[in-house]
């Protein structure tokens, strides 16, 4: 199994800045290097939101609700971070980091599931 650990939650200020880490365990890290990673979070009372991902083309993709503002970017290998600027309280949330190992198509095209296998426990963010 992947273990995925989150730091960097805390409080903050409306117009602050965090960065959230994920850091990857269980494999080797070529293998962790290889992982589809993303950020969801959740807030009280509300349903789970994808808000920012690595695409199988490792592209970064983002939610509407946090383009512009959220940044997603791998470390190294095994190291997954989100920097998030201009934060708002509607941000305040429960963020957690999700894996999942990608397949190969017939010509080595790299293709990430719909659904992640590996979750964080989360750490929580939040902005006033």
């Known amino acids: 199994h992947v273990q995925l650990v989150e730091s960097g939650g805390g409080s903050v200020q409306a117009g602050g800045s965090l960065r959230l880490s994920c850091a990857a365990s269980?494999?080797?890290?070529?293998?962790?290097?290889?992982?589809?990673m993303g950020w969801f979070r959740q807030a009280p009372g509300k349903e789970r939101e994808a808000i920012a991902h690595?695409?199988?083309?490792?592209?970064p993709q983002y939610a509407d609700s946090v383009k512009g503002r959220f940044t997603i970017y791998k470390d190294n290998a095994e190291t997954l971070s989100l920097q998030m600027d201009s934060l708002k309280p509607e941000d305040t949330a429960m963020y957690t980091c999700?894996?999942?190992?990608?397949?190969?198509?017939?010509?080595?095209?790299?293709?990430?599931?719909?659904?992640?296998?590996?979750w964080g426990q989360g750490t929580q963010v939040t902005v006033s």
């Open positions: 690595l695409d199988s083309d490792r592209r």
């Open positions: 269980g494999y080797a890290l070529r293998d962790l290097a290889d992982t589809c």
């Open positions: 999700a894996a999942a190992f990608p397949t190969y198509r017939y010509g080595g095209y790299r293709a990430c599931p719909p659904d992640y296998t590996y």
